[in-house]
């Protein structure tokens, strides 16, 4: 498929309206009401300033009642009635949840586990990604729905099937297993050339025909991990394929209509591998929900940012979000006065041309009658509704911002998805590593030292950043060791940590010492790890800690200076390095040994800022209380900034003046749960 973006369709198209505009919507389901409520709805949408909603997302069953029979009738009346009202249809092929006939008359559509159990209808996405039966559905419904509405004037993009991947990433059927088999055979070729990749020589796993193969299906023990890990990119590529079979049914017959899939780049969502499926949207759109606990505008913002990543820096659309409450957690708080607009601000600051939520009415029945929506059950009148409509207002003020690309940062975490993936599997000598905690523990450490900072995959341009971060980079090919070389030399500081550099693309081991494939450019080499017991922990020289991992660390390069020295540890001499740093061409590369917490992480980060030159991005009465992202306008810059602390910054004004700016939306105060967005003329 074509993914030359000078021959694809933009952003979604804005027939009726002029200029930029920060889309306001929600996915719209008015097939679950009487259609007597329509005409309310729109009233109300229009009240609220939406000018975009999705549909018909779960709709199969209505549209397709059964296999001889369609009705669009419904569906027409409404497209119509939207248009004449001027808001737009993000249209989806509403293929994600298939009617119950489908899977009653062609069960070897339903998805299989690791274990072999079927899984039935009665939920959603009971479909497997490489069935031929299911595909074949798919793309009709698809086709219809792109033959009938591809000229509609309320037709603004489509929207390929829904959160692929949610509940269907894994599936262990024959139809995966001949897919996996096909998949493998394009990767190596040989049945040689696999069993190297794969270490099959261990255990007697070696292969001498492709029917032998299988996904990692329940065993005696755990799987290969090289299996395991290309099992993953394999699901991946199976969803990505779906994605790509119905996105070319579009394109052929409306090629001037841009094309889009919601991504979850969120919380432990990790079984897509979203870098690469960037290519095959014309834009990027994404769902995320807030974590009540702790620290959840921390990881809403690291989340936004790895999305503009993905993005490559393009404006993309937060598909959905909640108002409110969700309903799927064990306890489901309804968010404080304010987050509704501090989050959504968020999300644009980082990239989001558009604010969009499930859903637009609350639904009265079904799995999902509890998750908050714009239109709560308590109706118009209420604080919710409110708040709609003033976040509403919000983003009509904020449309000079739309357009905008994201302004790079000085300082950037790296996040990689198979270095997550292999950090999963069960025989490691440390299993709860959690790879994506680590990776927000440093960004909130360089989000507290006052730092602007960008969330940026392995395959991100790495040579535009002063300050790289690269916690557990578990994962590193030769490619990936020559672009962080290069941007060292070039000037960048690149940090990693324990367990980085230790495999290669196909999970084996780079033999010579630890961290294999980082071993030289950080002078040091590693012999054995030493993980901590829970109840254990490192001292360090500064009077720090050290916890879950130490290592006895051997300098092998004259340059190399010793940072922390670990004082006491299991198994590892008194006076052994436990952080060390290396000035290399114009930049450095700093290791770190074991895992830092709290003020001893921040400690740390800012000696390395010290050291590297990097000052901070924001003044002083900010540092550490906000999250700061920036978009780059034709004249000016626009930066969010994001209140993380439990005190109020003053008003937006003088807020705003720190920055040499003058505020143009948001909340009046950068108060608790606040956000403002600041023009920043550029001199």
Known sequence: ????????????????????????????????????????????????????????????????????????????????????????????????????????????????????????????????????????????????????????????????????GCHNAYDYSDDAAAAFRAWLRERYTTLETLNDAWGTAFWSQTYHRWEEILPPRLAASEPNPSQLLDFRRFSSDALRDHLRAESEVLRAITPDVPITTNFMVMGDTSAMDYPGWGDDVDFVSNDHYLDPGPGGIDELAFSASLTSAIAKGRPWWLMEHATSAVNWRPVNPPKLPGELMRDSLTHLGHG??????????????????????????????????????????????????????????????????????????????????????????????????????????????????????????????????????????????????????????????????????LRDLLGIRVEEFSPLLDDDAAALSNGGTGRMWSERVELTAPDVQVLRRYERARGIEAGGPAVTRRPVGQGSATYVSTRLEGEDLAELVAELLASAGIGPDLPEPLRGQVIASARRGEAADYWTLTNRGNHDLGTAAVVAGMLGGVPLGGADSLGVSDAVVVRVPRN
Request: one cysteine or more; a negative charge.
């Open 352 to 517: 989001a041309d558009a604010i969009c939520f499930f859903q637009w009415r609350a639904s009265r029945a079904g799995a999902e009658k509890y998750h908050a929506a714009l239109l709560p059950h308590a109706g118009e009148d209420s604080r919710l509704f409110r708040d709609v409509v003033a976040l509403g207002k919000s983003l009509e003020d904020l449309a000079a911002v739309a357009g905008s690309p994201a302004l790079p940062a000085r300082a950037a975490v790296i996040f990689d998805y198979e270095s997550w993936w292999s950090l999963t599997q069960e025989f490691l000598p440390h299993t709860r590593l959690d790879y994506r905690g680590q990776a927000l523990d440093w960004y909130r450490a360089l989000v507290a030292a006052g730092m602007r900072v960008d969330v940026v995959t392995a395959r991100n341009n790495l040579e535009r950043y002063d300050l790289l971060v690269a916690p557990l980079l578990h994962v590193v090919s030769a490619d990936l060791a020559e672009r962080l070389h290069a941007a060292v030399a070039g000037g960048a500081h690149l940090v990693t940590t324990y367990f980085s550099g230790t495999v290669d693309e196909h999970d084996h081991i780079i033999l010579g010492g630890y961290p294999g494939a």
């Open 1 to 164: 498929m074509n993914s030359n973006a000078t021959t694809r369709p933009g952003f979604p198209r804005r027939p009726r309206r002029e200029g930029a505009a920060i889309h306001f919507g929600a996915d719209y389901n008015p097939d679950q009401w009487p259609e007597a409520t329509w005409e309310q709805d729109i009233a109300l949408m229009r009240r609220a300033g939406i000018t975009v909603v999705t549909l018909p997302v779960f709709s199969w069953a209505h549209i397709q009642p059964n296999e001889d029979t369609w009705d669009f009738e419904w569906l027409d009346r409404i497209m119509d009635r939207l248009a004449q009202a001027g808001i737009d249809v993000d249209m989806a092929t509403s293929t994600a949840s298939p009617p119950a006939w489908l899977s009653s008359k062609h069960p070897e559509v339903l998805p299989v586990t690791r274990t072999g159990e079927t899984l039935w209808p009665g939920g959603r996405q009971q479909w497997r990604p490489t069935s031929p039966v299911f595909r074949r559905y798919a793309l009709e419904l698809t086709r219809r729905l792109a033959e009938r509405y591809g000229s509609h004037p309320a037709l603004a993009a489509w929207h390929v099937n829904n959160e692929l």
